[in-house]
């Protein structure tokens, strides 16, 4: 049975996740909203787009935490009430809790519910709940972005590696992780449409790391 607790520390994790790391980095340090320009979006990619890396890493990075500190908000309800820490329960409320997260990264609370596309978020949530397929993720992200400088390919190629790692490379046999990852390559292509169509035009900004700024 879910419990008051439990409802209120899922509103927790939607907090965090609303947290606009992005478009409150812009606005403190570069007066700028980044909503406003590039893809639109409140996300790393868009601010390294936008910004540039001296503002995109700290966004991805803090990013990246809001899903995994969100997700292991499983452990303030505690194993007595949900289960051992590998149990099915514990995983689903981990996996519960990290969706509320990229939920408020998508519509976040403090930002007119106008986010980014949770990419970053997302993979906090994995690097939580699966180690090894989620660096996994981080080695096929980076081989991508350095070879072709899309960051959005990256994300999309990692979001399919993610499924393939607990599929059959470190396999899950829990079925609610499985079909979360299925879910997780439906999410990445519905909010990447965009990035897709450009990619496929040609027409998609790439992200040099080597410079302080993107053009």
Partial sequence: MISVY?????????????????????????????REYGSGNAGATNTFR???????????????????????????????????????????????????????????????????????TLFGMVLAINLQSALLCVLVFIIILLVTKYVSLGSIVAGFTYLVGVTFIFPVYIKSVVIYSMCICVLILVTHQKNIERLLKGKESKVNLFKSKVA
């Fill in 6 to 34: 439990s409802v209120l520390v899922l509103i927790l994790a939607y907090l965090f996740g609303s947290i606009p790391t992005a478009v409150w980095i812009g606005q403190a340090f570069y007066g700028i909203d980044v």
């Fill in 50 to 120: 936008v910004l540039g890396k001296q503002a995109g890493i700290p966004v991805m990075l803090i990013d990246i935490l809001k899903g995994w500190t969100a997700t292991n908000l499983a452990y303030l309800i505690g194993v007595s009430t949900i289960g051992h820490h590998n149990s099915v329960a514990f995983i689903n409320y981990e996996l519960a809790l990290g969706i509320a997260a990229v939920m408020g990264h998508l519509f976040p609370v403090f930002a007119g519910f106008r986010g980014g596309k949770g990419v970053a």
